[in-house]
């Protein structure tokens, strides 16, 4: 069954620090791939996207993501973390199709020490 | 714009008891989608419905029903409340009318459900 791994459950940086959410998704063709963040209590926001072109997007509050195929990754990144980054992240896969709907990992709560 | 809203934002049910939980868009989306969110496991799809007038089960449908009222309003309705459907519940819309790998999907704050 197709799947997505977020191999890290949770991850604790110092503000200031830079941060990377790994994801990895299982085999497929064209993958869809986006970074969902959540804060306590809210419902889930859009950090970026890629469908495809360039492998490195850029989404809101700093972050960017990479993907690469070969590595069925597509991990996150910000170069330095401020306090208010502290959520859950979720990476979500859809490749299209019949059904053409997200598959979520299952999140990494980002701790920030100040 | 409210974009997606969901009610109530907490609800508790004894065992058996019933609910709907109701879903409202007004980015005018066509397709719209329940998920339930669980400690460790991430998002997982209840329902959705790609048009006004169409529903289609997704991973986790056993004790659910929903209605997609009109192109705004989608419902989802437990008729007998168990606690293994104690979870937050997430309504989503889309602007896709069909199934796509594009679709970019716009949540609500979510439903906080405690079944005892």
């Known amino acids: 069954a197709q799947s997505v791994t977020q191999p890290d459950i949770h991850i604790t940086v110092s503000e200031g620090a830079s941060l990377e959410l790994r994801c990895n998704y299982s085999?497929?063709?064209?993958?869809?791939l986006f970074w969902y963040v959540q804060s306590p209590g809210q419902g889930l926001q859009l950090l970026l996207k890629?469908?495809?072109?360039?492998?490195l997007v850029q989404g809101i509050k700093g972050f960017e993501a990479e993907f690469k195929r070969s590595q069925s990754s597509f991990n996150l990144r910000k170069p330095s973390v401020h306090w208010s980054d502290a959520a859950e992240y979720f990476c979500?896969?859809?490749?299209?199709?019949?059904?053409?709907?997200?598959?979520f990992g299952k999140g990494t709560k980002l701790s920030v020490k100040p | 714009n409210a974009g997606v809203t969901q009610t109530p934002k907490f609800q508790v049910l004894k065992t058996g008891q019933s609910m709907t939980l109701q879903c409202a868009q007004d980015m005018n989306h066509n397709s719209m989608y329940w998920y339930r969110q669980d400690p460790g496991m991430g998002l997982r799809l209840i329902y959705y419905s790609a048009s006004e007038g169409t529903t289609d089960k997704g991973e986790v449908p056993n004790g659910y029903n929903v209605s997609r009222l009109n192109k705004r309003e989608f419902s989802l309705r437990l008729e007998s409340a168990a606690p293994s459907q104690t979870s937050v519940y997430f309504c989503?819309?889309?602007?896709?009318?069909?199934?796509?790998?594009?679709?970019?999907?716009?949540f609500g704050a979510g439903s906080r459900l405690t079944v005892l």
């Open positions: 989503a819309s889309s602007e896709s009318r069909r199934p796509s790998g594009a679709n970019v999907l716009t």
């Open positions: 890629y469908f495809s072109g360039d492998t």
């Open positions: 085999y497929g063709a064209t993958p869809y």
């Open positions: 979500a896969v859809n490749y299209g199709g019949s059904q053409g709907n997200l598959i």
